[in-house]
């Protein structure tokens, strides 16, 4: 007798929030107790090797509106191109240097903000180098599946101009919205979830 399968159904999506911040950053909540600092805090201490640099930015809806309740991740190489991950099978990443960071957006001004190093490139999949890059990935409100995008340095244009991802964004006007700006060595990098300057997004 053939023994009947019982398939789970799918879970519905649900949103992200209102309660990501409790869970992934209590701390800035104001629920203590959990972890001394919310995880993804820090990425950088005075050992660790690289030029170091500020990676900010806000996010903005369809209508333009600063979106304040905002949770951003960035992962991202160390300064000569090797992650914090023990998939690395190309050396040793810097051990004074996490690779990954999380910080809410204000709810004042909607800014998030890491304190981190210049990556390194690293290869694409086919082995030609990718230009430095820092990953985002976003939740908030309203958003059922967390968004991934790029960010990439404005003075890395030759390396930019090679990039295997880049190369294969179809309409090339919408590069731009994963190029950040820069003052200094704080660069800025603001994300639009839709309308005009809608920031591309990556289904990994």
Same mark, same amino acid.
């Given at each position: 007798?053939? !023994?009947?399968?019982? %398939?789970?159904?799918?879970?519905? #999506?649900? /949103?992200?929030?209102?309660?990501?911040?409790?869970?992934?950053?209590?701390?800035?909540?104001?629920?203590?107790?959990? %972890?001394?600092?919310?995880?993804?805090?820090?990425? &950088?201490?005075?050992?660790?090797?690289?030029?170091?640099? /500020? @990676?900010?930015?806000?996010?903005?809806?369809?209508?333009?509106?600063?979106?304040?309740?905002?949770? =951003?991740?960035?992962? !991202?190489?160390? #300064?000569?191109?090797? %992650?914090?991950?023990?998939?690395?099978?190309?050396?040793?990443a810097d051990p004074n240097f996490t690779g990954w960071g999380r910080c809410?957006?204000?709810?004042?001004?909607? @800014?998030? #903000?890491?304190?981190? @190093?210049?990556?390194? $490139?690293?290869?694409?999949?086919?082995? $030609? $180098?990718?230009?430095?890059? =820092?990953?985002?990935? &976003? =939740?908030?409100?309203?958003?059922?599946?967390?968004?991934?995008?790029?960010?990439?340095?404005?003075?890395?244009?030759?390396?930019?101009?090679?990039?295997?991802?880049?190369?294969? &964004?179809?309409?090339?006007?919408?590069?731009?919205?994963?190029?950040?700006?820069?003052?200094?060595?704080? %660069? /800025?990098?603001? =994300?639009?979830?839709?309308?005009?300057?809608? /920031?591309?997004?990556?289904?990994i």
């Amino acid at each position: 007798m053939v !023994q009947e399968l019982r %398939y789970l159904k799918e879970t519905p #999506s649900q /949103t992200a929030g209102p309660y990501v911040h409790i869970g992934l950053t209590p701390n800035f909540c104001g629920i203590g107790g959990v %972890y001394d600092a919310d995880l993804g805090t820090s990425m &950088i201490n005075e050992k660790t090797i690289g030029e170091r640099i /500020t @990676v900010r930015g806000r996010i903005f809806d369809g209508a333009d509106t600063l979106v304040k309740d905002a949770v =951003v991740e960035i992962w !991202q190489a160390d #300064s000569v191109g090797l %992650y914090n991950s023990p998939s690395e099978l190309r050396g040793t990443a810097d051990p004074n240097f996490t690779g990954w960071g999380r910080c809410p957006t204000s709810a004042e001004d909607g @800014v998030f #903000s890491f304190e981190t @190093v210049k990556p390194g $490139r690293v290869p694409y999949k086919d082995g $030609r $180098r990718m230009a430095p890059h =820092v990953t985002l990935w &976003i =939740v908030a409100r309203g958003i059922n599946i967390g968004l991934h995008t790029r960010m990439y340095f404005p003075d890395e244009a030759e390396a930019n101009s090679g990039d295997p991802l880049l190369a294969r &964004i179809e309409h090339r006007d919408r590069v731009a919205t994963l190029i950040a700006s820069q003052v200094g060595s704080v %660069y /800025t990098f603001d =994300v639009h979830l839709q309308g005009d300057k809608e /920031t591309v997004f990556l289904d990994i």
